[in-house]
């Protein structure tokens, strides 16, 4: 099975957003704007409660899925469709917004280490303006394979028959991938797939080296390989079939026209956004 090159390597623009939470904006950004299906990718990660105290007060979303990982922190979820839901270390928020959702996300913890990544997931043309939808998978969900190579954590998609519980609406595969200081790992990713592995600790040789807080952005055909010397490394894998649609944003919605966006806004502003 031959390997997957990197296309490009980023690191991403430091950002606020919410109320004022600081966090780099890794996809999404003016160097990378997206990669198909995927449209942002945020890391947050702070010990000191300035930098995401005020949170995301309630905004609305329309026409993908955000799904947020925790790596370290406490934060709640509550939105317009009646979800609530506390997001501890390890668990994985999933929410649908389709026609329209308002959500707030507002950490509950005032001290200590608040570390995650945000992911938005487009939907495909025809699911745009399904109802919302949530799901709130708790840390021991979540599966992984161990073995002497480290740690695999299946979020959603499959790794060596091991399937993830996050359900999505286009095929991806997200999993959290720790490796031990000595060891390789191939990860079989389908054929015509995008995919990214974003390093956040150690370093790791992936056909090139990598480092913490580095994107790598492969090609689309082969295994993805990651090799530690010396140092365990940590990172966030995630693939994705491509829609290959036209993707039209404005702010907190993601169409496929200008004029689905305008009446996103419409929608908003009047009142017959949320059900
Ligand atoms: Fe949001």
């Given at each position: 099975m031959n390997q997957r090159q990197i296309n490009q390597i980023v690191e991403g623009v430091k950002t606020t957003d919410g109320a004022g939470v600081n966090l780099t904006?890794?996809?999404?950004?003016?160097?990378?704007?997206?990669?198909d299906p995927f449209l942002l990718l945020d890391e947050f990660g702070s010990d000191?409660?300035?930098?995401?105290?005020?949170?995301?007060p309630p905004h609305p979303h329309r026409g993908f899925e955000t799904i947020t990982y925790m790596l370290n922190g406490k934060w709640q979820h509550r939105d317009s469709a009646g979800n609530e839901g506390k997001l501890g270390e390890g668990s994985v928020q999933w929410m649908t917004a389709g026609r329209g959702i308002v959500h707030s996300e507002m950490p509950i913890q005032t001290d200590g280490l608040a570390r995650g990544f945000q992911l938005w997931l487009n939907l495909p043309k025809e699911k745009k303006m399904i109802e919302p939808a949530y799901q709130d998978i708790e840390s021991e969900q979540i599966p992984f394979v161990k073995n002497d190579k480290g740690t695999v954590k299946v979020i959603s998609g499959e790794y060596n028959g091991t399937i993830g519980p996050g359900k999505s609406h286009t095929p991806v595969l997200i999993m959290d991938i720790r490796l031990n200081p000595e060891s390789e790992i191939s990860i079989p990713v389908m054929d015509g797939w995008n995919a990214f592995g974003f390093i956040y600790e150690g370093d790791v040789k992936s056909g090139e080296s990598l480092s913490k807080g580095q994107l790598a952005i492969y090609n689309t055909e082969g295994n993805i390989h990651f090799k530690t010397n010396g140092t365990q490394a940590s990172i966030y894998l995630v693939a994705g079939e491509p829609l290959n649609e036209p993707v039209a944003r404005g702010g907190p919605f993601v169409m496929n026209t200008r004029g689905e966006i305008i009446k996103a806004f419409e929608d908003y502003q009047n009142g017959s956004f949320t059900p």
């Open positions: 904006r890794i996809i999404g950004s003016p160097e990378l704007n997206m990669l000191n409660p300035d930098d995401y105290i005020a949170g995301f």
